[in-house]
């Protein structure tokens, strides 16, 4: 008889996988049905993975970039609002700017204008924190991860 597997805490899986926050949403797009994005925020490495699905679009619609982020304190005049530079280390004009408020706090982010600042837009340009849970085989030999929304 097979063993169930053992779903672990996100700070047990920090433990295992480095301190890591994943955000997911659908942010506007022109001239397609939407951009599925996924950033995957790796604290104690200080890089980023940020996935880019153009829904509706038939070749070359995925596009992952990966690279180094900081962060900056303050988001316009809150000052316990937060700033992700994802590509701090390239040109400016090749950085991303994602960044939350007090009022919504770290569980989603919002995308940010070339000046770190909050796009004004009748669209949602928020992605949310998603859950991550990690299931381990009782051997202790196989991962896996699944993510769901909060």
């Known amino acids: 008889m097979k063993k169930p597997f053992k779903v672990l805490r996100k700070d047990v899986i ?11 949403g659908i942010l ?5 049905r939407g951009i599925e994005t996924t950033l995957k925020i790796y604290e104690f490495a200080g890089i980023f993975e940020l996935t880019s699905v153009y829904l509706g679009k038939e070749l070359e619609n995925k596009f992952v970039q ?3 982020f900081s962060v900056e304190e303050g ?11 994802l590509n701090c280390d390239r040109p400016e004009i090749d950085q991303i700017f994602y960044g939350y408020t007090s ?31 990690v299931s381990i085989l009782p051997d202790n030999r196989k991962v896996s991860c699944k993510y769901s929304k909060l």
């Open 14 to 24: 920090n433990d295992i996988l480095g301190a890591i926050t994943v955000y997911k």
């Open 28 to 32: 506007p797009c022109a001239d397609c």
């Open 66 to 68: 990966k690279g180094n």
């Open 75 to 85: 988001l316009g005049t809150d000052s316990d609002g937060m700033v992700y530079i």
């Open 103 to 133: 009022a919504e706090s770290y569980k989603q982010l919002l995308l940010l204008d070339n000046n770190r600042q909050i796009i004004d837009s009748e669209y949602s340009l928020t992605i949310l924190e998603v859950i991550i849970e």
